[in-house]
């Protein structure tokens, strides 16, 4: 995937993301797809400014390698091309969220825009602001999907298990816990403390008991182990790269 740091706004949407925003929601992988880099540049702008790290690709089937760390799509389509392009977001990265751009989206074009598959339709122009809360109103709602990714590793909620490559991990409740929490924070630092209170240790006074279970998740990874990474004085995060 290329990326364009071009910062003219292109038709339809105008920057006027206010400094100190307070739209911005934990760090994510955001997907922008777009059929012109000026049009993925100036979106990419807009969710920097949140702190989310954004990807890039020109249209949906050139977005299959970040199926792994995205876990939302901002998708502009031209009205005429709304349909398809939220049908192949759909087969193509079934449990990422969509948020459509189009322009002259009326009543007609939002119904089939859903129907096909999208989350949310919004009409251009947008400014900044507007798009930085469609899009964190997206990952709330995501965040409450039985299902999260990150790279290799998927957590199924409802069912409390998790796989690795589409494989089963033979997880204890405590270590599904922490590698959930990882999860739902990708690459955000998570506390010990954090983690602690994830878990019931049953009063442990064991000063290690996290990075035992952390040894052990990762044991249980296998050639993915090293996706938990440790922060010295920190604690742990699921590495981004």
Known sequence: MTR???????????????????FVLARAVILVVAPTAEERAFAARALEACGHVVEEAASIEDASGARDRAVAIVLHAPASEIVGACRSAAT??????????SDAVDAKARVAALDAGADDVVALPIGADDLAVHVCALLRRGSRRPRLRWRAIEIHRDERRATVAGERLALTDREYAILRALVERAGDTVSRAELRACIDDGGSSRSNAIDVHVSNLRAKLGVHAHLVETVRGGGYRLRGA
């Open 4 to 22: 364009s740091r071009k910062r003219r706004a292109p038709p339809g949407l105008s920057f006027r993301l206010a400094v100190g925003s307070a």
């Open 92 to 101: 193509l990265l079934p449990s990422l969220p969509l948020l459509l751009l």
